[in-house]
């Protein structure tokens, strides 16, 4: 890597990485802990917040200095963080339903699936008390067929009416206590993993890895006899950006193969001496160039 670019990331690099990795550690559990209290709210109004919040957590994650994608990062974050909201909801009722709700012992009076065909429809029972009264709240829910019209259950019933009632066995939060927690845990992973990866230690290891990239270049040239030059692999490059017809998503995708003695950085700048950008994330062996990118390479 040229000087100019390890000044590019140096400057990108907060001075204090482990004070902005614990502040962006707490920022996301606080987005966890209140996306989780106005999920009552629908759909409507949460879908904007997620997506406001990924987009604030690009910039304080790049400010860590990583190599790696700062938007796919922040995107992995986004995900876990609503796995852990939900799965913290649905604990919440498994919960509530145990501290208020009653023990009855209930009828099966009416099963109605789902639409369509097919064992992957879910059943919706309605419940009745010996008196023939109903059980107040909505329908219970459960997987294909598991109960039959006339079957007694003992199940937990919601006084106020607002959940659905739940057999002994399946009313237990266990399962989505420990899916919220993992999926928070992995949030927070991700934070302290591109806290690594921005580290002097992992560029040291990255450099390392390059200069070992560097001897498989040599040996894969003497391999296939590939005895161009980089000036000639630049060139080939130009050729590549300028005819190369671009892909349904307005990419233009080469092979780094083809260029052994060109870094993804050098390529970057000559892509951005045509008017383009390299794309840094989601590239899956192939250097990829367009006007406007996610996450620009930066230019050796």
């Known amino acids: 890597m040229s000087a100019h670019t390890e000044g590019e990331t140096r400057d990108r690099r907060t ?27 629908g759909s409507i109004l949460m879908a904007p917040l997620w997506i406001a919040h990924g987009v604030m957590l690009i910039v304080p994650i790049r400010r860590l200095g990583a190599r790696v994608s700062s938007a ?14 939900y799965g913290a909801n ?5 919960l509530t339903l145990q501290l208020r709700g009653e023990t009855v012992t209930a009828t099966v009076a009416k099963e109605r699936l789902d639409p369509g065909q097919g064992k992957g429809r879910r059943s919706h029972y309605v419940l009745e008390r010996q008196d023939g009264t109903r059980i107040p709240g909505p329908e219970m829910v459960t997987g294909f067929k598991e109960y039959e019209v006339g079957q007694v259950l003992t199940v937990l019933a919601d006084p ?9 066995g399946e009313a237990d939060a266990t399962d989505e ?14 934070v302290a993993w591109m806290t690594w990866r921005g580290s ?25 006899r590939n005895h161009t030059t980089q000036d000639e692999q630049e060139e080939k ?6 005819t190369f017809p671009a892909d349904r998503r307005g990419y233009i995708k080469v092979h780094p193969e083809d260029f052994p003695d060109v870094s993804q950085q050098r390529a970057s700048r000559i892509a951005w001496e045509l008017g383009l950008r390299a794309e840094a994330a989601g590239n899956r062996g192939s250097w990829r160039f367009r006007e406007t990118v996610v996450e620009e390479v930066p230019h050796d």
Not at 72 to 85: D, M
Not at 177 to 190: D, P
């Open 177 to 190: 206590l420990l899916s919220s927690g993992g999926a928070a845990l992995a949030a927070l992973g991700c």
């Open 90 to 94: 649905l604990a919440h009722d498994d």
């Open 15 to 41: 001075r204090h990485p482990i004070a902005l990795a614990i502040g962006i550690g707490c920022y996301v559990l606080a987005v966890i802990v209140g996306m989780y209290l106005l999920n009552d709210f």
């Open 160 to 168: 106020q009416g607002k959940l659905e009632p739940q057999t002994l």
């Open 237 to 242: 490059l130009r050729e590549a950006l300028r």
């Open 72 to 85: 796919g990062a922040a995107l992995f974050i986004v995900i876990a963080s609503l796995f852990a909201a």
């Open 200 to 224: 002097d230690t992992a560029k040291q290891r990255d450099e390392a890895k390059r200069k070992t990239s560097s001897r498989t270049q040599k040996a894969y040239k003497a391999v296939t």
